[in-house]
Every structure is written in structure tokens, then in C-alpha cells.
């Protein structure tokens, strides 16, 4: 099963600054994916990161906000923008192995914006 | 859309009691997934379901898919308090997935 890490694991930011969260995956994936999760609920997914194209994103988050890069099969990076205390919340990197269907995520950057 | 609903959204069971968390889905889809999700950590896989009539069973967890209900159940057996958790069913379609509300689960001792 991939091994997932992520950088931060945690910040508190001031509003209006931006921080940029990487994921580092331990085996090369095509599909990698960004979710919040802000506290006590559910997961939503932000956007898509195949390496060599463009992240696609869900509804309701753009890329001037969020940011994403996918140099290769490895790595992500995503960005928080302009940040308000509205993005405090869980920023959870996911990659999908073909193999096996498995779906594994990350452990999560938790993000405190004052 | 696709839309996941999950019921019961909460849950506080005695251990040793049998009981069924139920995920309904909007939409066909190409896979389903049920996660465990402990205070503060990260999700873990429990159970990835392919194909309709399929039964997956680890320790006092069995999950069961019906396609054609768009229908899928998490049983617990004997629950134990170490299952005390939050549990999200998650739908795939086009290679996205979906997450249910979760499902707070506290047991009892």
C-alpha cells in the first residue's frame, strides 16, 4: 500500500498570508487528490492532480485560491491563498492505486487561520 | 449529482450488541469504500466493494453492496469499545470519490 506523507503537519497563519502543503507519495500514482475537512464533518474533495496536466476542481473552489502543482508522479504541492479564518480545517492529500482500487490518504495538514 | 447519505449519523451502542450503519447513493457507480476515521487521525481503509452481491468481512466489521438498490450496509458483531470511531462510506464515479456525513460511533462498555 502507498505511503503518504505531508508538510506541514501543522500552522497557524495569519489572515491574508498563504501556505503551501506538500504530499509526498512512496511509490509513483497517476491519480492524486486534495480534500478538506473542517472540523467535525465530512470529507470534501477540492481538486484532481494528474501529473502532466491541469488540477481539476470541484465546485465551489478555484484555482486562484487553491493552488495546485504536480511536478511528477510522486509529489504535490497545494497552495491556500489569501487565507481567512474560514480555511481553518484539515487539508488531506489522497492518491488512488489502480491495482488494487485502494484508495489511501495522507495524515493531514491541520490549518489554523487567526 | 452524486449524492452519499449515511444513517445513523450518530450512534452510541452497548458493546456486545449487533448493529447496521447504512450508506444509500444517488447515482450508479464504479466502486465503494468504507472508511474508519479515528479523533485527530487520518482515514484507514477498511473495505473496498467492486461489484453487486459483494461481502467483505474483517474481524466484527462485514460490509455487503446491492448496485441495484444503490445500497450499502457496515454490520458490526459484538461490538467491542475499541470500534468506537467515525465511519464514512465513500462512492467512486469517474474516478472521484464522494464522501458520506460519517457515522459517530461510541460503544459502550
Known amino acids: 500500500s502507498a505511503v503518504i506523507s505531508q508538510k506541514p503537519s501543522r500552522d497557524i497563519c495569519q489572515r491574508g498570508t498563504s501556505l503551501t502543503i506538500q504530499c509526498q507519495v512512496d511509490?509513483?500514482?497517476?491519480?492524486m487528490f486534495w480534500y478538506r475537512q473542517q472540523p467535525g464533518q465530512s470529507l470534501t474533495l477540492i481538486a484532481t492532480?494528474?501529473?502532466?496536466?491541469?488540477?481539476?476542481?470541484e465546485s465551489g473552489f478555484v484555482i486562484d485560491k487553491f493552488p495546485i502543482s504536480r511536478p511528477n508522479l510522486t509529489f504535490s504541492t497545494l497552495t491556500v491563498s489569501n487565507m481567512s479564518p474560514e480555511d481553518s480545517s484539515i487539508y488531506l492529500c489522497?492518491?488512488?492505486?489502480?491495482?488494487?482500487?485502494?484508495?489511501?490518504f495522507g495524515p493531514g495538514t491541520r490549518l489554523t487561520v487567526t | 449529482e452524486l449524492k452519499v447519505e449515511q444513517n445513523p449519523l450518530f450512534l452510541s451502542m452497548q458493546e456486545g450488541k449487533n448493529y447496521t450503519i447504512y450508506c444509500n447513493y444517488s447515482t450508479t457507480s464504479d466502486r465503494l469504500y468504507w472508511y474508519r476515521q479515528d479523533p485527530g487521525k487520518s482515514l484507514e481503509s477498511l473495505f473496498v466493494?467492486?461489484?453487486?452481491?459483494a461481502v467483505k468481512q474483517e474481524g466484527r466489521l462485514m460490509a455487503s453492496l446491492d448496485t441495484k438498490a444503490r445500497l450499502s450496509t457496515l454490520h458490526i458483531t459484538a461490538a467491542v469499545h475499541d470500534l468506537s470511531a467515525t465511519y464514512f462510506c465513500?462512492?467512486?464515479?469517474?474516478?472521484?470519490?464522494?464522501f458520506g456525513k460519517g457515522t459517530r460511533l461510541h460503544i459502550l462498555p
Open positions: 465513500a462512492v467512486d464515479r469517474d474516478d472521484k470519490i464522494i
Open positions: 492532480a494528474n501529473q502532466g496536466s491541469e488540477a481539476t476542481y
Open positions: 466493494l467492486l461489484s453487486n452481491g
Open positions: 489522497s492518491v488512488w492505486e489502480r491495482d488494487s482500487y485502494e484508495q489511501y
Open positions: 511509490s509513483q500514482v497517476t491519480m
